[in-house]
């Protein structure tokens, strides 16, 4: 166990509607990212967090959208959702800031879009 | 071109194998490179990290950087049926898709 977790753990949902993924850091972690795996993609990082504030952002389409809040937890929330969102979508924390060299996920959201 | 590249195998290897898992990137610039674990599409899991070149061996893995060609490489000595997984290489935030190793007893 890694000490991040992640709710829901499976969502089922369908085309064109709006869901929200929700991650709690380690105790003490900083920085939260969120990446999208899927079985073509493999692991795609997505946006990361620190103490709040944007630090960098990945291949996030326009559709997503993140933030972090003062306790720290995070929300990725996803719209319009298409066909190929269908995915795993894990957070993970890190307790360093930039860099992330020393991540620790969460067991994921699996997301299936119908 | 992906900013890490990575073989997806299948590797099958009989149980007390040297495993040897490789992993090119694109960008000069990251230093910071890592392998994570993955069982059956749970959350990977750290296993090592290094910073720039150099390398860093912890019980019966060992992790390489080569700056110099871009090359990424993790070895499991003596390995076990329980290193039968998904091998995930990274630089910063940028992950390879992932080799699928099987330790055969």
């Known amino acids: 166990d890694s000490g991040v977790t992640q709710t829901p753990k499976h969502l089922i949902t369908a085309t064109g509607q709006r869901v929200t993924l929700r991650c709690s850091p380690r105790?003490?972690?900083?920085?939260v990212y969120w990446y999208q795996q899927s079985l073509d993609q493999g692991l795609q990082f997505l946006i990361q967090?620190?103490?709040?504030?944007?630090?960098a952002k990945g291949n996030i389409l326009e559709r997503f959208s993140a933030q972090q809040f003062p306790d720290l937890h995070s929300e990725l929330n996803l719209s319009s959702l298409e066909l190929g969102d269908s995915a795993l979508y894990f957070c993970?924390?890190?307790?360093?800031?930039?860099?992330?060299?020393?991540?620790?996920f969460g067991p994921g959201t699996r997301l299936t879009v119908t | 071109q992906k900013e890490v590249e990575q073989d997806p195998g299948p590797l099958s290897v009989p149980e007390g194998a040297i495993v040897s898992l490789n992993c090119t990137y694109s960008?000069?610039?990251?230093?910071?490179f890592m392998w994570y674990r993955q069982y059956s599409r749970k959350g990977p899991e750290l296993l090592m990290y290094?910073?720039?070149?150099g390398n860093k061996e912890d019980g019966r893995f060992t992790a390489q950087v080569d700056k110099s060609s871009k090359y990424i490489s993790l070895f499991i000595r003596d390995s076990q049926p329980s290193d039968s997984a998904t091998y995930l290489c990274?630089?910063?935030?940028?992950f390879g898709t992932g080799t699928s190793l099987t330790v055969i007893p």
């Open positions: 960008n000069s610039a990251f230093q910071y």
């Open positions: 990274a630089a910063e935030f940028y």
């Open positions: 993970a924390s890190s307790p360093m800031g930039a860099g992330g060299h020393e991540q620790y």
């Open positions: 290094t910073y720039s070149s």
């Open positions: 105790s003490g972690d900083l920085s």
């Open positions: 967090y620190y103490n709040g504030e944007e630090r």
